[in-house]
C-alpha cells in the first residue's frame, strides 16, 4: 500500500464539496487554532450556530462572495496511517478545465451528491471525465443524508444507479465505495455514525486509510526521460557521463538491458546515482541519474526505456484533448507540444469529435474545439516522441499544447482515443 494518496473532490455546485474537505481538515486535525477561530467568527457574523467549515478552503475572495468553488485547491492532510494530497476541483461546467487537471493525477476522487437530488447530469459528466482520465478508484458520498426521508432507501437507490453508471464506464464493483455522510455534521467522516444503521461499510477516513491503490496501476517497463546530461569534467570526475530525471514507470537496477529512445540503441546501465550515494534499486518517482556501459549521443528529451515492452517513437497520432485555453483549437494551428522533458512543433490536424459531457455522446467533425471543451484530435509533430498510450500510462501518455507566441498553455492531451470508454451509442453508455 501506499503511504501517500493522491486523491480529488468533484461534484455539483452546491453539494458540499468545500464542507466535506474542511470537515477532513478538521477532523484530522490538519488546521491551526488560529483559523478555527477565524471560522468561528465569520460564521457567527453570518449567523451560523455551527462554523462553517467550507471557509477553510474556499480561498478567493470571489469563492466566499458566491459560495462556490472556482479554482483548484491542493489540501495536505495526514492520519497515522498515511499522508494524503487532495485537489478541491470546482463544480461549474464551465469549469470543466480545472476539475480535468485537478483530477489528472488523482488515484482516487471523491464524487459527491445531494441525497435530495441524487444522480444528476453534472454526477454523469463528472464520472465520463474521471473514466476518461483513467481514475482507478472512486468514493460516491451520498451527502446531506440527515435531509432525507427514509435515507436508507434513498441511499440504496442512488448507489444502484450510480454502480449501474461506472459499471458502463468501466469500473468494477471493487473500484467503487458508496458512502452517507452527513459533511456538516461530521456524520461517517472520521467514524462510522450511529445515525445511519442501513450502512455498514467504512467511514469516508477509514476508507482513504486502507484502500489499496497502486501508484501506477499499469504494470509497465521502464520509462526514464532524460532531463539534464551531468559531466562535470572536473579532476575528481574527469570521466563522469550521467543522465538525470525522474523516473516516470517501471523500476531500474544497475546491470539492466535499457534502449534509447527515439535513436534505438541498446546498452546496460551500470549505476544507479543520487546526491545521497548509489542506489541498488529505484521505481517510478524517483529522481535519479543513470550511468551506462556505452557512450552514446543522448540529450534532454530522450528516453531511456526497458527494451521488452518499449513504446514505438510516434510522430503521427490521435489524441484526446481538453481546451484551457479561450482561444480555439482549430485545425491547421501551429503549436508546441511539451511532452514529458521534450518540447516539439507541432499542428493540428483534423478535430475528429468533440465530447459532449451533458448527453455523453461524440458529436463528429465540430471544426473547433472551445475553452473547457473535451475532443479527439490527430497531431503531426516535427520531431518523434517517445509516447505510451495513454490507456497504458497516464505519465507517459500525457502531454501539454503550448502556444509559440506567448507561451500559454492551450490544451491538456491524451495519447490515443481516452473517449472510447465514456461514448454512447455503439460505445455502450446509458443516456
Not at 525522474?246 to 523500476?251: L, S, V
Not at 546491470?255 to 549505476?271: F, Q, S
Not at 545521497?276 to 543513470?290: F, M, P
Not at 526497458?306 to 517513437?313: F, L, M, T, V
Request: contains cysteine.
Amino acid at each position: 500500500m501506499s503511504d501517500l494518496l493522491r486523491l480529488a473532490t468533484a461534484g455539483s455546485v452546491d453539494d458540499g464539496k468545500s464542507t466535506l474537505v474542511g470537515r477532513l481538515l478538521y477532523d484530522t486535525k490538519s488546521v491551526l487554532a488560529d483559523q478555527i477561530d477565524a471560522v468561528t467568527r465569520a460564521s457567527v457574523d453570518r449567523g451560523l450556530a455551527t462554523p462553517d467549515l467550507s471557509l477553510l478552503v474556499d480561498g478567493l475572495r470571489a469563492e466566499r462572495e458566491q459560495g462556490i468553488t472556482i479554482d483548484v485547491a491542493y489540501r495536505y492532510f495526514a492520519t497515522p496511517k498515511r499522508s494524503f494530497v487532495l485537489a478541491d476541483t470546482p463544480g461549474h461546467v464551465q469549469y470543466t478545465r480545472n476539475t480535468v487537471s485537478g483530477a489528472s493525477t488523482a488515484q482516487l476522487v471523491i464524487l459527491l451528491v445531494d441525497a435530495r437530488k441524487g444522480v444528476i447530469e453534472q454526477t454523469r459528466r463528472h464520472a465520463a471525465v474521471m473514466a476518461l482520465l483513467g481514475v482507478p478508484k472512486l468514493v460516491l458520498a451520498v451527502n446531506k443524508i440527515d435531509l432525507v426521508e427514509n435515507p436508507g432507501e434513498v441511499f440504496t437507490q442512488i448507489s444502484d444507479e450510480f454502480n449501474a453508471l461506472t459499471a458502463a464506464l468501466g469500473w468494477g464493483p471493487d473500484d467503487v465505495q458508496e458512502i452517507p455522510v452527513s459533511a456538516l455534521y461530521g456524520e461517517n467522516i472520521a467514524s462510522r455514525s450511529e445515525r445511519t444503521p442501513y450502512y455498514t461499510g467504512p467511514s469516508l477516513i477509514e476508507h482513504l486509510e486502507s484502500v489499496p491503490v497502486d501508484a501506477e496501476p499499469h504494470n509497465v517497463g521502464l520509462r526514464f526521460p532524460v532531463q539534464y546530461v551531468i559531466r562535470p569534467r572536473t579532476a575528481e570526475f574527469p570521466d563522469y557521463r550521467g543522465y538525470a530525471g525522474q523516473i516516470a514507470a517501471g523500476e531500474v537496477r544497475p546491470g539492466d538491458e535499457v534502449v534509447v529512445l527515439p535513436a534505438g540503441i541498446r546498452t546496460t546501465v551500470t549505476k544507479v546515482d543520487t546526491a545521497d550515494g548509489e542506489l541498488d534499486h529505484a521505481e517510478a518517482g524517483r529522481s535519479v541519474t543513470l550511468l551506462l556501459a556505452d557512450e552514446i549521443d543522448i540529450s534532454r528529451g530522450d528516453v531511456i526505456a526497458s527494451p521488452a515492452d518499449a513504446p514505438e517513437p510516434i510522430d503521427d497520432f490521435e489524441a484526446t484533448v481538453c481546451v484551457l485555453s479561450e482561444k480555439p483549437l482549430r485545425p491547421g494551428a501551429r503549436l508546441l507540444l511539451k511532452h514529458g522533458t521534450k518540447t516539439t512543433q507541432a499542428i493540428v490536424g483534423a478535430v475528429i469529435e468533440r465530447f459532449d459531457e451533458q448527453e455523453l455522446s461524440a458529436d463528429p467533425d465540430p471544426g473547433t474545439l472551445s475553452l473547457n471543451e473535451i475532443g479527439r484530435i490527430h497531431i503531426r509533430v516535427a520531431e518523434p516522441i517517445v509516447a505510451d498510450n495513454y490507456a497504458v500510462n497516464r505519465h507517459t501518455g500525457s502531454f501539454l499544447l503550448i502556444d509559440p507566441a506567448s507561451g500559454n498553455t492551450l490544451a491538456a492531451g491524451l495519447v490515443g482515443d481516452a473517449l472510447s470508454a465514456v461514448e454512447i451509442g455503439e460505445r455502450g453508455v446509458p443516456t
